[in-house]
């Protein structure tokens, strides 16, 4: 799972090339799990028209001279193709009849473990009189991801005035996303004790897994697409044919293969062409909004659609409310902008209703063939509380997978979202409706008691108050989980608030 940052807040999604194909995904409990059976991903439209004419011919750059033996450190994550560099880079020494010497070292996962791998080629194989390349004694630092390279078992190779890096800056979340979805990448830090290791002259960053994906349609040609880019740059000691050769008796994905090379290659010639092509075939993303009246504009708009006009007018006024005591109200970093945000994001309960209307509005299936194409069919995996089992182990619902007729059902059942809260709500009668209803009459009644406040030196209390709820994320048992982790951090709020000095409490965020 990856992070993605939308307007509603951030969210997880699946990046497909690193699935591990257990599917144990589909049993997080979530409904927006859906299994997409046949088919494959589609390739960007445009991504290789007329690239003849945007591209100048490319050069043959001067390979390394091999008076001795060049060392490559090549580095990445498990189950993304770090091992296959390697092994194209000594094939093609093979194939030139020059000497070559591997070693990789692995992690405890076979997927998204650390790796880190030394690849040796010399003029013949008498001159590789070690595997393992020494300190300070890499010619190239090929970083494929960019938190394995900013180790100590990879920056321990590298030395000033010798090693040249090549690496990866995409943001590829690590453990931390999973035990705190709020986690932040330390991007800026990496890079920098990378380029502090090797010097700013000899570094050169990319975001290979973006260009990738936008150019070929799969993220998992970023590593190819690496080598290419430090090929074109004259640091690998072998030629284009032999690699080329490699990728074809390797014998997967050859076409794809050899197209990510030869991308990273126009890249490293004419990175500005390439960057613009790529910006051209991403999808567009709309900046968040920041002032308080457009967000209560848009947040009313889906209120409209989740429910009427009558709930979205029940949040306006809320929000005025607070906006007409809020004397920062005109700034970004406000409690009326966390207000905004965090009264919405209670009152549109993701109930059955609202996951069926989300399906059904056409959204989801565009989605879905902008992102797969050929004959594919969907299964939903769901846990409908009225319907699921509970496991008795833990007590948990247990979710089951549902045919493509589950659209229609889904169409239905979202017409019949003018029952909700009504005495035919059938789904609202379930404890776990009712406590989210509950939630948010707890979140008006601390509104009110924030109010008197805001003009005072308690601003920075009330603030991080408004914001709770965002951390209140998750369905079913998840949600509750996080429910009472939060109600340890807004008993201590409450405390300072009303000069009360307390124990701090630390919360993990367990969704």
């Not at 001795?68 to 990445?76: A, D, I, S």
């Not at 906006?323 to 970004?332: C, H, S, V, W, Y």
């Amino acid at each position: 799972m990856i992070p993605k940052e939308t307007e509603l807040g951030r969210k997880r999604q699946i990046d497909q090339s690193s699935c591990n194909k257990d599917y144990s995904c589909a049993n997080g409990f979530c409904p927006s799990f859906v299994s997409v059976i046949g088919g494959k991903l589609r390739k960007p439209d445009g991504a290789g028209a007329d690239v003849d004419t945007l591209f100048d011919p490319l050069p043959e750059p001067v390979l390394p001279s091999l008076d001795k033996p060049w060392n490559t450190v090549v580095t990445g994550v498990g189950g993304t193709g770090v091992l296959t560099i390697t092994a194209l880079v000594a094939m093609a020494a093979h194939i030139e009849g020059k000497g070559c010497a591997t070693m990789n070292q692995t992690g405890l996962a076979q997927k998204f473990g650390a790796v880190v791998s030394h690849v040796r080629v010399s003029a013949s194989q008498d001159e590789i009189k070690a595997v393992r390349i020494p300190a300070g004694e890499a010619d190239l630092l090929l970083g494929c991801d960019l938190v394995v390279t900013s180790t100590y078992e990879a920056l321990g190779k590298v030395a000033q005035g010798r090693t040249h890096a090549v690496v990866n800056d995409a943001e590829v979340p690590t453990s931390a996303f999973i035990l705190d979805p709020d986690a932040r990448f330390p991007t800026a830090a990496m890079k920098a004790k990378v380029s502090d290791e090797a010097g700013d002259a000899a570094t050169f960053f990319i975001d290979s897994t973006r260009i990738a994906t936008q150019l070929l349609g799969d993220s998992i040609g970023s590593n190819l697409f690496l080598l290419g880019y430090a090929w074109q740059q004259g640091l690998v000691p072998v030629s284009a044919v032999a690699l080329e050769e490699a990728i074809e008796l390797n014998g997967v994905a050859v076409g794809f293969n050899k197209e990510a090379f030869l991308w990273g290659r126009r890249c490293a010639h004419q990175p500005e062409r390439v960057l613009e092509l790529v910006e051209k075939l991403a999808p567009e993303v709309p900046a968040r909004l920041q002032g308080v009246e457009e967000i209560v504009d848009d947040r009313v708009a889906r209120l409209t659609d989740y429910q009427d006009a009558a709930y979205a007018h029940q949040y306006r006024q809320r929000v005025e409310r607070v906006l007409a005591a809020d004397p920062r109200a005109g700034e970004a970093d406000s409690v009326s902008v966390a207000v905004a945000r965090n009264l919405y994001k209670l009152m549109a309960i993701k109930d059955e209703y609202e996951v069926a209307r989300l399906y059904s509005d056409g959204e989801f299936l565009r989605k879905l063939e902008r992102q797969f194409e050929g004959d594919y069919e969907l299964r939903f995996n769901l846990a409908p509380p009225l319907f699921s089992k509970r496991d008795p182990n833990t007590g948990h619902l247990v979710k089951q997978e549902f045919g493509p007729w589950m659209l229609r059902a889904f169409g239905l059942l979202a017409r019949l979202r003018f029952l909700r809260g009504s005495v035919l709500d059938v789904f609202g009668r379930t404890e776990e409706r009712r406590q989210e209803r509950a939630d948010i009459g707890d979140y008006l009644a601390l509104l009110e008691e924030l109010l008197p406040a805001l003009s005072g030196d308690k601003y920075a209390v009330a603030l991080e108050l408004a914001r709770l709820p965002g951390r209140l994320r998750g369905f079913g048992h998840v949600k509750d989980r996080n429910r009472e982790l939060l109600a340890l951090r807004r008993t201590e709020l409450l405390r300072q608030l009303h000069g009360d000095p307390a124990t701090p409490v630390t919360i993990v965020n367990a969704a």
